[in-house]
């Protein structure tokens, strides 16, 4: 070994301090305490549609939400997983998720289309509303989760781009959801879905130039 | 090769809570083992300089090492990382060919080893990729050198080496 080596490998032991470990449950409890602090800006600002907890949501606002919960944990699982490397590390979960909930749009389209009704969720009232405000709601999980692999070591800077977008649009839209009161197939499966896809272009662009290292 | 990966797990995790003695002996043998694991991949010139870039990697980010989990697949991750971003940076072409060094392998099983390791990555690429990468980022070979020695035109070279690079640097931990 030569002696730049020695003398590298003798400055790093000599700043040694201790650290602590990176573990998953802290990512996770950051991920939750940016859904409690966007849930608190929700509650703030839109109030909780508190019908849907009487009774008077129809099945497809539970089936969307479920999936945007499913879609929205296993993509920051994998994120939060990303920040510590490991060859033959595999992040699928986020893709099966992801297709699983492509079925919502394809599902409102058939609906309508197959009840020979017209394509009125396109003139939606309330989308734009619905679509701008998931996406904010999706900053603060989509920051923490960034802030999570900025102090981590990625070595997959597309994939975590793409996951962060993808949590940060499924959380965002899903607590936003919970005060929206138009629970309708093509209102839900298209601008309760449309924000997740956006999110994570987004996420795409923005995050692996922000956390290289 | 388990006694390996075990002590040297055993020494990250005393390294994380702060143990110097331990810490410098980990350097040491992971430093030894990067030089076995870059061996075939990286000119003999910018050997020294790659494992002082992990060394400094490792040291940075120790805190993401899972003490759970297995210590060397973490530390080849970080390895390959850093070497996809040394071949995007490396584009000499005059003497850092490659040297053939099989005289100071210390065993058959870990030459064997951190080949297949890196070798792994490139089988996810095309050829002709591969080829491009190896010629030009690894040999040193100009991009005029390796369009005529593979038949490939000097454009294709570029967008085989860029493309091989930008699928490198995905595959870093799903090459196995």
Known sequence: MNKNRDN???????????VRSFQ???????????????????????????????????????????????LGMASAGAVIAMASPGVGNRHDAP?????????????????????????????????????????????????????????????????AGWFTGIAAGALGTLLYGLSCPVDSVMHLGIWHVAPVAVAAIIGRLVVPRLIAW | MIAEEATLARLM?????????????????????????????????????????????VHHKRATYDATRPFLPWLAAIARYRWVDHLRKVYKHESDMLEDNDA?????????????????????LPEAQVEAIELVKIDGHSIREASEMTGQSESLVKVNIHRGLKKLAAIVEKAE
């Not at chain 1, 950051?30 to 839109?46: D, H, K, N, Q, R």
């Not at chain 1, 079925?103 to 939606?124: C, K, R, Y």
């Not at chain 2, 980990?26 to 002082?52: G, N």
């Not at chain 2, 100071?104 to 996810?124: T, Y």
């Open chain 1, 24 to 70: 998953r449950r802290d990512g996770m409890a950051l991920v939750a305490v940016a859904a409690l602090v966007t849930l608190a800006g929700i509650l703030v600002i839109e109030g909780l549609w508190v019908g849907a907890f009487q009774g008077e949501a129809a099945p497809f606002f539970w089936v969307t939400n479920g999936l945007l919960l499913l």
């Open chain 2, 104 to 124: 100071s392998v210390d065993s058959d099983e870990d030459v064997v080893e951190a080949r297949v390791s890196l070798e792994r990555l490139f089988v996810h």
């Open chain 1, 95 to 159: 893709k099966w998720s992801s297709a699983m909930i492509g079925v919502l749009p394809l599902a409102a389209l058939i609906s309508v289309v197959s009840h020979g009704g017209e394509m009125t969720g396109f003139n939606d009232p309330y989308a734009l509303h619905c679509f701008a405000a998931s996406l904010m709601a999706a900053t603060v999980t989509g920051g923490a989760l960034t802030m999570w692999l900025r102090r981590g070591a990625p070595v997959s800077h597309e994939a």
């Open chain 1, 8 to 18: 590298l490998i003798a400055g790093l032991t000599e700043e040694l301090a201790p």
């Open chain 2, 13 to 57: 995790t005393a390294a994380q809570k702060g143990d110097k003695a331990a810490y410098n002996v980990l350097l040491s043998e992971v430093s030894m083992w990067l030089e076995r694991y870059f061996r075939k991949r990286v000119p003999a010139s910018q050997q020294d300089d790659l494992v002082q870039d992990v060394l400094m990697a």
